[in-house]
């Protein structure tokens, strides 16, 4: 019986709290971070869900561990935590992650103002602007993004039938545009987006695959991405992005904007150098660009970038105690 304690920086991208794991985490084997990231949850997740879940975490909870890279043009290596998992990439995780790292000394850049992450989805290149202590932005120049499919036919119980694209932005995204039976996400609130992404990603994993073209590691859709049209001066576009069971993003989502920066570019409405200024649920904004076109596989995709900000919270020393109930954590 032991009690495990973590040291985590607590805070939040954009309005998205990111819990990154400082001191405590497990040593990872595996020659590369998707390797690692497989060690880590057949061995480890108990870490994961005690620190993400209640009573130590809650429904939206996310975060980070920190390990040495397995790359050699790599600062750092990330593990991303959350309540779904460990995704592939995060990218309010990212920004979170390098904004803390960064302010409390945790990682020492090779370049001043540049940090190259070893992340399972790939190499992420971020660069951050600072003042003084402070971190004031990041952009992360994320994995190549691609549209997978187009106008896939799903049911949904509480909207009839829908049709979705679905593209790959770090993790695979199904985006419900304006159609016949969704007209804004505005006609919706945050618990009913839940209720029926909930619905919608497990019919659309049944009915069709979805696997990454050159990492079948990765595969599965995992998030669910609802539009509507921007309330914010300067957003191009608003969103909401359902994830884990229960969890609206409250960040403009990196990985989900890079996604639909990808759906957009393949359809002709964006091109390298264009920006794309996402709006979260909360009104929080993301800066996307494209910054150049890629191949992925036989498929034509962009490599996108992303820039937003984060806070710190918090310095938070959790403990999980082998005699705790609930040291796993629980949901409800
Ligand atoms: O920012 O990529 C992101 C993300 C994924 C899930 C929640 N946020």
Redesign the pocket.
């Known amino acids: 019986m032991a009690r495990h304690s973590f040291f985590c920086l607590d805070g939040h991208?954009c309005g998205?709290p990111v819990r990154l794991v400082a001191g405590g985490g497990p040593l990872l084997e595996g020659a590369t971070m998707l390797e690692r990231r497989a060690h880590f949850l057949s061995d480890f997740d108990w870490i994961r869900t005690g620190l993400m879940f209640e009573p130590r975490g809650h429904d939206m909870m996310?975060g980070s561990i920190l390990y040495p890279p397995t790359r050699a043009d790599c600062d750092v290596g990330v593990l991303f935590i959350?309540t779904?998992g460990c995704?592939p990439?995060?990218?309010?995780?990212?920004?979170g992650t390098v904004t803390m790292a960064v302010e409390h000394g945790l990682v020492r850049p090779k370049t001043e103002g540049t940090l190259n992450l070893d992340t399972p989805a790939g190499l992420v290149v971020a660069t951050y602007e600072r003042q003084g202590e402070h971190v004031e932005e990041v952009r992360l120049v994320n994995v190549p993004a691609f549209l997978h499919s187009e106008g896939l036919e799903v049911e949904s119980p509480a909207l009839g039938t829908l049709h979705v694209d679905v593209a790959y932005?770090?993790?695979f995204y199904a985006i419900v545009d304006p159609q016949k039976n969704f007209r804004d996400m505005a006609d919706f609130t945050a618990s009913q987006l839940v209720q029926m992404s909930g619905q919608l990603r497990t019919a659309l994993n049944q009915r069709y695959e979805f696997v990454h073209p050159e990492k079948p590691d990765i595969s599965g859709l995992?998030?669910i991405l609802w539009t509507g049209a921007p309330t914010v001066e300067g957003a191009t576009a608003r969103n909401a992005?359902f994830?884990?069971d229960k969890?609206i993003?409250r960040?403009?989502?990196?990985?989900?904007?890079?996604a639909r920066i990808a759906q957009w570019a393949a359809k002709g409405k964006l091109q390298p150098g264009d920006d794309f200024v996402h709006e979260s649920i909360i009104g929080s904004l993301?800066k996307g660009r494209v910054e150049r076109e890629v191949r992925v596989g036989e498929r034509s995709g962009v490599v996108p970038s992303?820039a937003g900000w984060a806070r710190l919270t918090g310095i938070n020393t959790i403990f999980i105690d082998d005699r705790d109930p609930f040291a796993r954590g629980f949901q409800v």
Do not use: K, Q, R
């Open positions: 991208t998205n996310s959350e779904s995704l990439m995060c990218g309010h995780g990212t920004i932005g770090g993790n995992s998030h992005v994830y884990g969890a993003d960040s403009p989502c990196g990985t989900g904007t890079s993301f992303i």
